[in-house]
């Protein structure tokens, strides 16, 4: 089975950084898009980055300038470096992978790593 577990999470300082991992695993023979979404506390879940096979990115305006997103296609990894960190993005962090296995082409979902940013 293909699953996908993420890494990285913690309690960080404002103006701190995290590093955040998502590991995919499994019968995959390709991963197209690999993104990361946030949840806080009674917030519906947001798009936070997303990025393509080819290495194409994409930002909420929130988090432009301040967080990177990139991928180890080699290793089927993805990474969400946190920089400037703010208490608005405490949340949980979850990795998103659109994988094509051997017969299906699915949307996974990883566990959720909490964030969580306070002094």
């Known amino acids: 089975q293909v699953r996908l577990v993420e890494s990285g999470g913690g309690l960080v300082q404002p103006g701190g950084s995290l590093r955040l991992s998502c590991a995919a695993s499994g019968s995959i023979v390709s991963i197209y898009v690999m993104g990361w979404y946030r949840q806080a506390p009674g917030k519906q879940r947001e798009l936070v980055a997303t990025?393509?096979?080819?290495?194409?990115?994409n930002y909420a305006d929130s988090v432009k300038g301040r967080f990177t997103v990139s991928r180890d296609n080699a290793k089927n990894t993805a990474y969400l470096q946190m920089n400037l960190l703010k208490p608005e993005d405490t949340a949980v962090y979850y990795c998103?992978?659109?994988?094509?296995?051997?017969?299906?082409?699915?949307?996974?979902w990883g566990q959720g790593t909490q964030v969580t940013v306070s002094s």
């Open positions: 998103n992978a659109d994988i094509q296995s051997v017969f299906y082409r699915n949307d996974y």
């Open positions: 990025i393509a096979s080819g290495g194409s990115t």
